[in-house]
């Protein structure tokens, strides 16, 4: 059975950080890139980062750049997004996908096969 689990999400004050995990079971773990999802309410979800299967690339979305930084540990199935900086606007419900396609781009929501239920990140101004 397939289970992907986020955790980490909370309420932090504009400036602060957070660092978001995402466990995965019932799958190869390595061999399937990994990518991180929002959704603001009224909005469509949003590609903000992802990695390879072994970790060693990795993409952000301008808005993130810099300020957030992706990982993996293939021997614990979680991989990790490490968010600094937090803007008010980068409140919304963070999600954890796994896909078996991996491209250098801004990840698609319809190429991640297993997903989590989401953690949320809510920054006051």
């Known amino acids: 059975q397939v289970q992907v689990v986020e955790s980490g999400g909370g309420l932090v004050q504009a400036g602060g950080s957070l660092r978001l995990s995402c466990t995965a079971s019932?799958?190869?773990?390595?061999?399937?890139?990994m990518g991180w999802f929002r959704q603001a309410p009224g909005k469509e979800r949003e590609g903000v980062s992802c990695?390879?299967?072994?970790?060693?690339?990795?993409y952000y979305a301008d808005s993130v750049k810099g300020r957030f930084t992706v990982s993996r540990d293939n021997a614990e199935n979680t991989v990790y997004l490490q968010m600094n900086s937090l803007k008010p606007e980068d409140t919304a419900m963070y999600y954890c996908?796994?896909?078996?396609?991996?491209?250098?781009?801004?990840?698609?929501?319809?190429?991640?096969?297993?997903w989590g239920q989401g953690t949320q990140v809510t920054v006051s101004s």
């Open positions: 996908a796994a896909s078996n396609i991996w491209r250098v781009t801004a990840p698609l929501p319809s190429e991640y096969n297993h």
């Open positions: 990695i390879n299967y072994s970790g060693r690339n990795k």
């Open positions: 019932g799958f190869a773990f390595d061999d399937f890139a």
